[in-house]
């Protein structure tokens, strides 16, 4: 039956929505949606589609495409911003999944060629699909997140010599030397035009064709580009892929890459649907069915086997056992770079038609896979920190040159992670004269900050063991402030179990995360998305010359009227300090008296807090002298520390006082 290409694509996308649209609902990846809509369709599904050339053409055009805008988003200069962990992280875990891949390939009687090609094959992880869920579980900035997504650079960067590698293994047996040597000379030829074009050339012609400020003809010339350096690699001997991912890095390097992105983008997830639908259209079924068993074996294999082999390399890095299984089952899939390689080696008669086959199935099932394997990696991390015979330091993270004990504390301040709200809060307890240790999963971060003399220990803080090490048992305040929502549940369930009577301070990103996190035991929960929106409206309205004290005032209402709510589900056994968790319009809070205050030299009667604010004082601490409950005889003194109580709008009120130079006017003195 003769069908159009109209008809293809109409097949194509109507089947697709309704597909994707049913894996949304259960959470499943689009990509893995397409690729099922691309079996379905298939000549080896339904037969919607039965041409083999127009599946090939389709393949070809989504694998140019999808290369394309993955090479206009990277560029040659992020190369030099890749730390040192990713590099050996990289290089460590795509060399030793690909030798291992080689070695077994060989036992089971494969070909050298064809047993290196699937272990450049299997050594790849999909960046599409673990990027997409570590951003949608908002962990890309976690320790795991970060090592995950630095292996997968460096895959995506290392799939450009496998690729340029394939003529070499094609040649293999099969060609003169000289014949390779052509080959070799080709590429480095087209390398250094490639260079030249990326620095000089295409940088002139597209300011030529800006300047003509027409998005049609800016449009053309980018697709040009694509198009025209695909043909000039496969003039080479060199795969269409190749040359569209080339593409795209060179226009990467001129500053008119941002408005090619902004014109291709809007395309993208177009592109990336015909790719994987075509790829789905790939797969055999009644191959599938015949060889169920044996793909099933290798799908349990590949994921285990890499898993493991992706685990070592934070391990050889240094981080604890929890970081190396999430880090692990997130690379467990083989990934999209994969079925562009396999379909170059295809081209070149590299892979049999069988292995092909195979190859497609398990790699279709382990991405299906992977939404629900990185779903459950806390869990499984867990269970792992909990092996009894793990060693103590895979255990908790601590290294050997980085274990030390830390000085007697008491009464401290514990601080979990050391990024920038890490940092400035470090910063404030020096400046407080606060005892304080920090914990830290980064081990550069470590001996950097342990150099310039702060209290800093490597370690996992859901294990508890690492908490121990910081004395949490002895600390009156913990401050969680990490990018991993899972950890910073983890590690507010453990260590309200472990000291009772500890403030616990939580900084999470979304309101929805409040809710668990003081169910769990935390005292105070401060979300990013709210405090930004408090701090936007702040900066707005002194923009517009709105008195300072209003602005605090106004702000003070706004969180009460938002947290009040959530603080009723914090733990019920308060400390004596901490009276706003059974009364949660009440606040505690400290006012230091600056010189220059009217308030100096009065006595507390003489100001009368009480009846003109509805604010107590508490205490007062007079230079590191505490002065409990103190009557109306007492006399306010400059750089006093007043300890008062009262409602936020109240406190906002009364705080113009305290400072230097303002007019209380006739209600308050």
């Not at 030397?177 to 260079?195: G, H, K, R, S, T």
């Not at 809060?425 to 900050?449: F, H, W």
């Not at 690492?466 to 401050?479: E, F, M």
């Amino acid at each position: 039956m003769e069908v159009t290409l109209l008809n293809s694509i109409v097949i194509i996308f109507g089947l697709s929505i309704a597909v994707v649209y049913l894996f949304n609902a259960i959470r499943i990846p689009a990509i893995v949606g397409f690729i099922l809509t691309g079996l379905l369709i298939g000549p080896h599904g339904l037969s919607l589609i039965g041409a083999i050339t127009e599946v090939e053409t389709l393949s070809e055009i989504g694998i140019i495409l999808l290369l394309f805008t993955i090479g206009l988003e990277f560029s040659f200069k992020s190369l030099w911003n890749i730390k040192r962990a990713v590099v050996i992280g990289g290089s460590l875990q795509v060399a030793s999944t690909a030798a291992v891949c080689t070695f077994i390939c060989t036992l089971a009687g494969l070909s050298l060629r064809e047993s290196i090609l699937v272990g450049f094959l299997i050594s790849l992880s999909s960046t599409a699909i673990v990027l997409k869920l570590l951003q949608g579980r908002g962990e890309v900035d976690t320790p795991h997140g970060s090592m995950t997504l630095g292996i997968l650079i460096f895959q995506d960067i290392v799939s450009i010599p496998m690729m340029m590698a394939l003529p070499f293994l094609a040649g293999l047996g099969t060609q003169a030397e000289a014949n390779l040597e052509l080959i070799l000379l080709q590429d480095i030829a087209i390398v250094i035009f490639l260079i030249l074009c990326a620095k000089w050339l295409v940088p002139y012609l597209l300011f030529q064709i800006a300047k003509t400020r027409d998005r049609e003809l800016f449009l053309l010339f980018v697709v040009m580009i694509c198009i025209g350096i695909a043909w000039l690699t496969s003039l080479a001997g060199l795969s269409l892929a190749l040359g569209a991912l080339l593409a795209g890095l060179i226009i990467s390097e001129s500053e008119y890459s941002h408005q090619a992105i902004g014109t291709i983008i809007p395309f993208r997830d177009v592109f990336t649907s015909f790719f994987f639908v075509s790829v789905g259209m790939l797969l055999d079924l009644g191959f599938l069915l015949n060889h169920l068993g044996l793909i099933m074996i290798l799908v349990a294999g590949v994921i285990v086997g890499k898993a493991l082999l992706a685990s070592l390399v934070p391990g050889v890095l240094g981080y604890p056992i929890r970081t190396l299984v999430l880090v692990g089952l997130g690379l467990s899939q083989v990934g999209e770079f994969s079925f562009i390689l396999s379909k170059s080696g295809v081209d070149f008669g590299l892979i049999s038609p069988g292995t092909y086959q195979i190859f497609i199935a398990v790699t279709l099932f382990t991405m299906a896979a992977t939404p629900f394997i990185i779903a459950m990696g806390p869990a499984v991390a867990t269970t792992a920190c909990r092996l009894p015979l793990l060693p103590e330091g895979l255990r908790t993270g601590r290294v050997a040159d980085l274990d030390y004990k830390p000085p007697k504390l008491q009464n401290h301040l514990v601080i979990v992670g050391y990024g920038i709200n890490g940092r400035n809060l470090a910063r404030a307890a020096r400046v407080g004269k606060i005892p304080y240790i920090i914990l830290e999963m980064n081990p550069e971060t470590v001996r950097q900050e342990r150099a310039k003399g702060e209290p800093i220990s490597y370690g996992d803080a859901t294990n508890e063991e690492v908490l121990h090490h910081a004395a949490i048992g002895k600390a009156r305040i913990c401050v969680v402030v990490i990018n991993d929502p899972v950890s910073t549940r983890r590690i507010t369930e453990l260590t309200r179990r472990l000291n009772p009577s500890v403030y616990i301070i939580v900084r999470t990103r979304y309101i929805q995360e409040m809710k668990p996190l003081y169910e769990l035991g935390a005292d105070e929960v401060v979300p990013e998305e709210f405090e930004t929106s408090v701090e936007i409206f702040t900066r707005v309205l002194r923009k517009y010359l709105i008195p300072d004290d209003t602005i605090e005032q106004f702000m003070a209402e706004v969180r009460s009227d938002n947290y009040q709510m959530l603080r009723s589900l914090s733990r019920s056994s308060a400390s004596l300090y901490d009276l706003s968790l059974d009364m949660p319009d009440i606040e505690i809070t400290t006012l230091r008296v600056a010189g220059g205050s009217l308030l100096c030299g009065k006595t507390l009667a003489e100001v009368n807090l009480r009846r003109k604010y509805a604010i107590t004082v508490v205490a007062i601490d007079r230079k590191g002298t505490i002065i409990p409950s103190p009557d109306g005889d007492t006399i306010i003194q400059e750089e006093d520390r007043a300890y008062i109580l009262g409602t936020p709008a109240k406190i906002a009120e009364v705080s113009p006082l305290f400072r230097a130079g303002d007019d209380p006017g006739d209600k308050a003195l």
